[in-house]
């Protein structure tokens, strides 16, 4: 199984970013799938999820300013930022959790020993 997150990189404040993940190596029919961070020295926090309904849920910090999405034809997900802030950058990891009952609420209280992770993408907004 391997999730394979892209499109980070360096955007000043106020820009924006879209990050891709795309997954593979067995089926995901019917599983959610979310967008966590961890910026240095902190810990991994939830981000955005989206259910394989296209229900979505966000953190209230990134509320207004991310959209995340999927295609489920394609097995990937997105997560459109705008308005980034510089306490936005952290690395990004893309997640699907182990059962496929996880509700995208459920998943934001995801751990990093639960389900199936990405390597991560680096995200630095400058001031």
């Known amino acids: 199984v391997q999730l394979q997150a892209c499109g980070g990189g360096l955007v000043q404040a106020g820009g924006s970013l879209r990050l891709s993940c795309a997954a593979s190596?067995?089926?995901?029919?019917?599983?959610?799938m979310g967008w966590f961070r961890q910026a240095p020295g902190k810990e991994r926090e939830f981000v955005a999820a989206?259910?394989?309904?296209?229900?979505?849920y966000y953190a209230d910090s990134v509320k207004g300013r991310f959209t995340i999405s999927r295609d489920n034809a394609k097995n990937t997900m997105s997560l459109q930022m705008s308005s980034l802030k510089p306490e936005d950058t952290a690395v990004y990891y893309c997640?699907?959790?182990?059962?496929?009952?996880?509700?995208?609420?459920?998943?934001?209280?995801?751990?990093?020993?639960?389900?199936?992770w990405g390597q991560g993408t680096l995200v630095t907004v400058s001031s």
């Open positions: 989206i259910a394989w309904s296209g229900l979505t």
């Open positions: 997640a699907v959790p182990a059962s496929i009952r996880t509700t995208v609420r459920a998943m934001g209280d995801m751990r990093t020993s639960e389900g199936y």
């Open positions: 190596g067995r089926s995901f029919v019917g599983y959610g």
